[in-house]
């Protein structure tokens, strides 16, 4: 990892001390014991869930990033066209705190997101490909309410700025207030760096504001002790990699391959 710009790329030690806390924090919650059966005996090398990895695991998460993220790298360079990295915000992937973030139909999110792909790559000779992930974070409203919001984050070759635009951006339809910034692609300077970004496990909480020029402005911050727990139960009921978003490329024998569009 360090060969590809990722010299403090998270450690086992580290991944072994975050699960440790996870767990005694659920047993402290008096969180039912099919939560965290396994969990302890889980290592870089041994999956403690008997081979039913679940998204909570941070030793799973590790892996499966360790893996991901240079076979992405190397297969997203290999395609026509820039290299760029679109973030996907939709008001229907937002719900009310008190629902979870289990609310949000992550099927739901892949397929609204592989149909404005699908919809690019007809209308594009490069054959669009993108892989990255949904997460969620806790959103703080300037009236002190809190609701879960989910994203989308990819790292996409084979569409210009203007195509993931036009394909990506959110419809008159669903009205947005005038700071919301559904749909920002950026410059790819460093594909795994990035990568290893749009796969992450981690959450926080955005805290609304007022800034000196009148417009709202968050805060980022942790979760708290309680919405980490909350939110560690719901990616501990998710199989390892089903946040995970491809086009344009599957995963074969363990292995990141193109297909055919």
């Given at each position: 990892?360090?060969?590809?710009?990722?010299?403090?790329?998270?450690?086992?030690?580290?991944?072994?001390?975050?699960?440790?806390?996870?767990?005694?924090?659920?047993?402290?919650?008096?969180a039912?014991?099919?939560?965290?059966?396994?969990?302890?005996?889980?290592?870089?090398?041994?999956?403690?869930?008997?081979?039913?990895?679940?998204?909570?695991?941070?030793?799973?998460?590790?892996?499966?990033?360790?893996?991901?993220?240079?076979?992405?790298?190397?297969?997203?360079?290999?395609?026509?066209?820039?290299?760029?990295?679109?973030?996907?915000?939709?008001?229907?992937?937002?719900?009310?705190?008190?629902e979870?973030?289990?609310?949000?139909?992550?099927?739901?999110?892949?397929?609204?997101?592989?149909?404005?792909?699908?919809?690019?790559?007809a209308?594009t000779?490069?054959?669009?490909?993108?892989?990255?992930?949904?997460?969620?974070?806790?959103?703080?409203?300037?009236?002190?309410?809190?609701?879960?919001?989910?994203?989308?984050?990819?790292?996409?070759?084979?569409?210009?700025?203007?195509?993931?635009?036009?394909?990506?951006?959110?419809?008159?339809?669903?009205?947005?207030?005038?700071?919301?910034?559904p749909?920002?692609?950026?410059?790819?300077?460093?594909?795994?760096?990035?990568?290893?970004?749009?796969?992450k496990?981690?959450?926080?909480?955005r805290?609304?504001?007022r800034?000196?020029?009148?417009?709202q402005?968050?805060?980022?911050?942790?979760?708290?002790?309680?919405?980490?727990?909350?939110?560690?139960?719901?990616?501990?009921?998710?199989n390892?990699?089903?946040?995970?978003?491809?086009?344009?490329?599957?995963?074969?024998n363990?292995?990141?391959?193109?297909?055919?569009?």
């Open positions: 990892m360090e060969a590809l710009g990722l010299p403090d790329f998270e450690t086992e030690e580290a991944c072994h001390e975050r699960q440790q806390r996870m767990v005694r924090a659920f047993q402290r919650a008096g039912p014991g099919r939560l965290t059966r396994g969990l302890m005996s889980c290592t870089a090398d041994i999956c403690g869930l008997r081979d039913r990895c679940r998204d909570g695991c941070h030793h799973g998460q590790r892996n499966l990033r360790a893996t991901l993220t240079p076979q992405a790298d190397e297969l997203l360079r290999g395609r026509p066209g820039p290299l760029l990295a679109p973030t996907l915000v939709h008001p229907l992937w937002e719900v009310p705190y008190e979870g973030p289990e609310a949000i139909s992550i099927p739901a999110v892949k397929q609204l997101v592989k149909r404005r792909f699908t919809r690019l790559a209308h000779e490069t054959h669009p490909m993108a892989v990255g992930a949904f997460e969620v974070c806790l959103n703080w409203n300037l009236e002190g309410t809190k609701t879960w919001a989910g994203q989308v984050h990819l790292i996409t070759a084979g569409a210009t700025r203007d195509e993931l635009h036009a394909a990506l951006r959110v419809g008159d339809r669903y009205p947005l207030p005038p700071y919301a910034k749909l920002v692609v950026e410059a790819v300077s460093n594909t795994a760096r990035q990568q290893g970004y749009a796969l496990r981690y959450a926080e909480q805290i609304a504001y800034g000196k020029n009148g417009r402005e968050r805060n980022h911050k942790p979760l708290d002790a309680a919405d980490q727990r909350r939110f560690d139960r719901w990616l501990c009921e998710l390892v990699g089903e946040r995970v978003f491809l086009f344009g490329c599957k995963r074969l363990g292995r990141l391959v193109g297909v055919a569009q």
